[in-house]
């Protein structure tokens, strides 16, 4: 599985910049403007083209975004491939596990939120981003209207209050459901925890993932066809005849 | 139906041996390392908190809650929570629970045992039966509410029961009575996915009722239009939502559903057939009664003559081109309109009116008893409607929607409780208000309550103008406060005698939520320590009673009011140790069903809400032996009670199957800001916190979400003030004062010369500044508006 493996997540990652290097080559510099045939005259007006033209020829600012694409991206350094560890994993659920009561808990909020108005979260949520070393993540749910309802904040949201001792509580909840199984070495695990609220696996497992839990193969969409959920934890109890 | 047998038989025990075979993987991997978590077993149970009613799905391990999710099943919210839902599991886990009786002696609470506590009660008692009182609550469970019911009722027969659900809903019930001649909505949540506009009077769901607000908001997702507006005193979360946003005055929810009856009428775009088919109309009397007196369609009219948008834009402050946007809407027969309202409209000097108001604006426009078209009162508490409304808790009720004051209810209650004839006393009790008020006056100046037991409630923060209401009985040594609770509230440590309960899935419990839906859980963890059930609390004290000789409690055969067989032999469920051997729950609640067939509030056998989320009644037998719920009352498709006509309302006032539509002139509030008092008060609640806080702040992610109460200010008014956000300001009233920081365009946003606190805080008691003035019909309190002068805290050292 090892050599497997790491030849898959070679072929992901080189995919995955192959990609990216697309979507950043989309504004050309001054000096890539397209010349000839193709382009527009500098300066002058630009001739009317037929419709069958068009459908031919790429015209405008944007012509020769394509052009050497995947050249470009294959002279880029290959990127380190995803590893997995022990240690990556139990940090990351220990970071996951601060930011909730219990695994399926919502996580609460780490920075202010307007306390009015709807669909504030979704300008970075609804995707997700990674700026530097923050992470927004993708929400796991589908958009619902009222984040707040389920999304508080970790902080007194008035700006400038004293800081009031937390309660003390025993509770101690459920903080990880631990490793899926795999039926032999090598198989897909099974998903270990429920997915009521988390259809979306690229909200902790996807490219902006956290290390130790990211997927090593982001390329694949279809998760469940691979990693089965447990009918019990998804309120989906198989019942036996008795 | 006890719940091993339920187990044995039921999928989720299939479940749950099918998961232990799911975790041992081909290789025995997973049964060498099994997991984590591999041994949570879940099981269904109402949400602790609103009157909303979500079903969750609670995980145990090891003998505790570990884990919460939304219940799917659950048709109130398919899944989903709210922020307080999702934390209910860390409810029980505060660190502070009471897990032993307390007495107090020479001014210290010290533990003493269950046997002495009962006992105390019991002598308490029997000293001076007429001065004993229980106060309940909304979030009793059914069974607990009804024991309490036939103790007070059957037993030592003063009629001294009153719930805090008289703080929150009870203009609701007088409300429905009053129009339809029996309580509670006639429409349910399925209302919300099919209305085309919904009017929101005085209300907050964004933070109140969260999860039937993503109901209708997350239409939107889908892509269905529904229009929201907003009617209240103040910006909320809400607000951001709705297309249009109405801030009134205080009191002005009157002018506005006068002006829209006004401009139906004068349009004539009311619905001529509904009117003409179902309605009667009444206008008030002096006192005022729920009946009313008749008056004319002509007269009705004649009265609301004045009520032009102009004079209602003068006396509410919506302006008259809303009003006639909203009349013209409920003017339109191709939209479907609900209406939600819940404290604005409930907690008002005027409560019964407004609520006749909007019922008689639904009426007038035809807008009911079609799935969208509904006038739908919210109820803050998990079983305010469950165990207050049709248990019938109350100081005038007897289960069912019977009344003490009625021979003829009586004689069935005397029935069916196998009791002595003329053993229920036929004089209601005291109402919350009067009850506290003679617990806070002393006995030789009319002050005949001198005990009161108090369950699952924190009247010590919840009670409005607690100065007067409470504070005096604690300084008086013939008064004794008993208190049932799970955490040293406020009430706990003024209290007497202290007795430690166990809190929602420790015990079994069954609750009613707002859209009639009762549900039902089983005990899923101890309590912790020597902390017990209410129900047995209150089983053991009649049975102490009886043991004292107290002649009530036992029926006309000489047996135990709360008398329990199992296989031919009595169980002793008084004594803890064998409260367990049978399913108490599920004998009090088949007893009490019988109750509720007289006002066709029919509810199906224990077992039916064993297998269910929740059923709303009437529940009604089928032929081939299924139950089926009922969705839309009083309308021929859906209510098998309907006979004749597409609307039916079977239990009308005037014995001729319509409703009422009342006429009520507008009335100004009996306080309003002047220039000694010069701001208008509001008080409520936030989506974090659940009332008095005794539980969500206890719940570390909550707390540290809203850790302390404030006040909403309004930028202008806090410059003219010379104060700044976070600022400590005296907010203080004709009654009492306190202190707290100001919150400029914070959570809420009032207009200017109106401040909102929230009260969930127990360091900051904002019901010392609150008024007691409150319905003459409901006897709920105005906690939504009072004359208060703000100012800033002078510095240390200055006065």
Known sequence: ?242 | MERRDFLKGSAMGAATVAAARLTKGKDGLALAAPAEGAGVTWNKAPCRFCGTGCHVQVGVAGGKVVAIQGDEKAEVNKGLLCVKGYHVGLALYGKDRLTTPLLRKNGKLEPITWDQAIEIIAKRVMANPAGFAVYGSGQWTIPEGYAANKLVKAGIANNQIDPNARLCMASAVTGFLSTYGVDEPAGCYDDLDKADVIVLWGNNPAEMHPVLFSRIVDRRSRGESVTLIDIGTRRTRTSGFCQHVLTMKPHGDLAIALGIMHVLIEKGTYDKDFVAKYCNFRQRTDPPTLDGKEMSFDDWKKALAEYTPEKVEKLSGVSAKDIRMLADLFGRRDLKITSLWCMGMNQHTRGTAINDLVHGVHLLSGHFGKPGDAPTSLTGQPSACGTVREVGTLAHGLPGGLLVAKEEHRKEAEAIWNLPAGRINGKPGYHTVDMWKRFSTPKAKGGDIDTIWVQVTNPAQSLPNINELVDPSRKDPDKFLIVSDVYPTQTVKMADLVLPSALWVEKNGMFGNSERRTQQWFKMVEPPGQARDDCWQLIAVAHKLMELGHPGMKDKDGKFLFHTEKDGKEVPIWDYKHYYDVNVDERLFNEYRKFTRFKHKDLAPYSEYVKARGLRWPVVEQKDGTWRETKFRFAKFDDPYVTKGDIEFYHSVTKDSRALIWFHPHEQPPEVPDAAYPFWLCTGRVIEHWHTGSLTMRIPQLHAAMPQAYLELHRDDAKALGVANGEVVIVESRRGSCELPVWIDGRGQPPPGSVFVPFFDETILINRVTLDAHDPLSKQPDYKKCAVRIRKKPAAGKV
């Open chain 1, 1 to 242: 599985m090892g050599t497997a493996r790491s030849i898959h997540v070679g072929i992901a990652m080189a995919l995955t910049v192959t990609a990216a290097g697309f979507f950043s080559g989309i504004r050309g510099s001054a000096n890539e403007t397209p010349q000839g045939p193709q382009g527009d005259p500098p300066g002058g007006v630009a001739t009317a083209r037929s419709y069958a033209d068009a459908r031919a020829h790429r015209y405008g600012p944007n012509a020769g975004m394509y052009d050497g694409a995947f050249g470009k991206l294959s002279a880029l350094p290959p990127p380190a491939p995803i590893v997995l560890t022990e240690e990556a994993r139990l940090a990351a659920l220990d970071k996951r596990a601060k930011r909730r009561a219990y695994d399926g808990a919502p996580p609460t909020v780490p920075h202010r939120v307007l306390q009015m108005g709807p669909l504030d979260c979704v300008s970075c949520h609804a995707t997700g981003a990674k700026i530097g070393g923050v992470v927004a993540p993708k929400v796991s749910h589908p958009i619902y209207q009222s984040c707040t309802q389920c999304h508080v904040v970790m902080n007194d949201p008035r700006e400038g209050a004293p800081k009031v001792a937390p309660p003390e509580n025993t509770f101690e909840g459920i903080a990880t459901w631990g490793k899926g199984s795999r039926a032999w070495k090598g198989a897909p695990p099974t998903i270990p925890h429920p997915t009521l609220m988390r259809p979306d696996c690229a909200s902790c497992h996807g490219v902006f993932g956290a290390d130790g839990i990211k997927t090593t193969h982001p390329w694949r969409q279809s998760c469940t066809q691979c990693h089965a959920a447990n009918a019990e934890k998804d309120q989906h109890p198989p019942v036996l005849a008795p």
